[in-house]
């Protein structure tokens, strides 16, 4: 079984890094929901985290295609994305492992190429 969780090492700060994700999913047509500052919100609460911010979005051209017909599929879309900063200062993206879904009667083919975008996307912006 492989790694239900995938990070890639970011050479940029957590703000550039989100920055240019959020490029790659505007010159893709992909719609962008929200980008929570999780460090932010537990500030609010008294603690203390490094900064962290969680992208979700989805194709909104694409979705249906991706999409599978059932009332779960709130749980894995739409697609999120952490990028983090760990204790020592490296700044990661992290994301479900796409190829960890293909076990999912409704994820096949097409589908599983399509969640798969989402290690190419986070390779760009890491880069």
Known sequence: MQNAIVSKLSNHSVERT?????????????ALFACVDRSGEAEKVGMLRKPARLLTFRGAASQHQVL?????????????????????????ISYTNPPGLADEPEIRGARLQKLAAIDALAMQAAL
């Open 68 to 92: 599978p017909a059932g009332q779960n599929d709130a749980l894995d879309w739409p697609v999120k994305v952490l990028v983090w900063e760990d204790g020592v200062g490296r700044v990661w």
């Open 18 to 30: 989100v920055e240019k994700l959020e490029q790659i999913l505007l010159s893709r047509h992909v």
